[in-house]
């Protein structure tokens, strides 16, 4: 029997077929899957802050996944050096500059599956400020009648819009046009991505569903301390071109940077700034007229993204806090 789903992307009609209906694996023809050596990725996030999952969402008092480190996030991707999410974690990652919305893919996520069918997924979410975050609408057609197992197989075919669809090395693209649309999100400016780990478990006091509300049937349990989603980059397709607004940044000279404490802004300029966290937090803001100072003492570490307004132009600066 022949089941379709259909539902509407931007302004385009797909008709999904069940069994098989998507892409295939790395190397096989119609395979969407982009190697860490492409030269259409012109760039990769530059900072990431992971949230850990239990080992086994079943059984937690295992207690979280620990494998690998925020920072192995940053950068190029290398197929093996991953930080891994556990149950259900999530990995948010921000970029140098904003990734924009062009035709075809804009930017592609990579995991580390050491074989063409043992896939582990997550859902990818995208923001334009980072405080709201929009879903791509991923779709599995893979069974639910039987749990696949810790080591079990997946058939890459069965899956769309999920990070971690091919084998390590090659990253799942990922289209702007499919979340096009959405109140307080601008698709051509996407300054964070969020990597949702699916808890692949066809049990439903612990499964996640699709966007068809399927529940999502990958490796469950797995047990370990890399359990989950193993986030090894996201690569940038498409980002905003360099500005004469970002050229100005040399008006700022930031300092100490990194800091534990006090960061002074020398400038001869006057306007307003706004001080934010990873997560879109306002930290400090104010006018200024002239050089000035901001505590981050009672901040906690990691990065910071400081944004003047002079005259209705923008510039940003990077705080690292240590």
Known sequence: MIKLFLFTLSCTIVQFTHGQSFAPPAGQVGSTAIHKDSSIIINWATSCTVTRGFMDLSDTILGYADYGTDTNAIGYATGSDVVSLGDG?????????????VPGPDFVVFENSFSETFLELAFVEVSSDGVNFFRFPAVSETQTA??????????????????GKYIANYGTPFELDGVSGF???????????????????V?????????????VNDPFPTPFSSSGFDLDAVGVLH??????????????????????SIVNI????YGSYTLKDT???????????????????????GVYFLTFIVEGALVVQRIIKI
């Open 279 to 301: 997560q879109g937090r306002i930290v400090s803001q104010s006018q200024f007229s002239g050089s000035f100072k901001i505590n981050l003492t009672d901040e906690k570490k």
């Open 203 to 215: 049990n439903s006091q612990y499964g996640t569903t699709d966007s068809q509300g399927n529940y």
């Open 146 to 163: 039987i749990q696949i197992g810790g080591f079990g197989s997946l058939d890459a075919r069965y899956l769309y819009n999920f990070a």
């Open 266 to 269: 020398s400038t001869q300029n």
């Open 89 to 101: 974690g999530e990995a948010l990652l921000s970029f140098d500059r904003p990734i924009t919305n």
């Open 239 to 260: 980002e905003l071109p360099l500005t004469i607004n970002e050229m100005a940044i040399n008006d700022y000279i930031v300092f100490p940077n990194p800091t534990n």
């Open 183 to 201: 109140v307080n999100l601008d698709v051509n400016a996407i300054t964070h991505v969020k990597i949702i780990d699916v808890v692949g478990s």
